[in-house]
């Protein structure tokens, strides 16, 4: 991450130089644009590749349920975990005895190899 923002510093402070030796040095300004745009490039290049390593790993985490829960009749729901879910938190009532509904656990899907039966 540092090195992305050190190259584009610096890519920027070269520019920056070759628009300042302009009207003095026509070769070296022509030098430091080069190395700014060389520059500028390759810091956008790597953070564009660090960008779609970040999406890809979060669309490989598995997502957070939210199981819902009648505490009278063991009535059962899992979701998906939305904003503001939280233990304990009341749910709207249950279809099946109108008792309030409670959010009784909420936690990361994980999805492990089966385990091969062993044979005896
Ligand atoms: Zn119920």
Redesign the pocket.
């Known amino acids: 991450m540092a090195v992305i923002f050190i190259t584009l510093a610096l890519s920027l402070v070269a520019l920056y130089f070759s628009v300042e030796m302009f009207p003095r040095n026509n070769v070296v300004a022509w030098y430091f644009l080069l190395f700014g745009f060389i520059g500028l490039g390759l810091s956008l290049y790597m953070l564009i590749q660090m960008r779609q390593r970040v999406l890809k790993w979060r669309l490989q985490l598995p997502p957070v349920m939210t199981i819902i829960e009648?505490r009278?009749?063991g009535?059962k729901n899992v979701r998906e975990f939305q904003r503001g879910d939280y233990i304990f938190k009341q749910m709207g009532t249950?279809k099946?005895?109108n008792?309030p509904l409670l959010v009784t656990g909420i936690y990361r899907e994980i999805k492990e190899p089966k385990k091969k039966k062993e044979k005896f």
């Open positions: 009648c009278k009749c009535f249950c099946k005895c008792e």
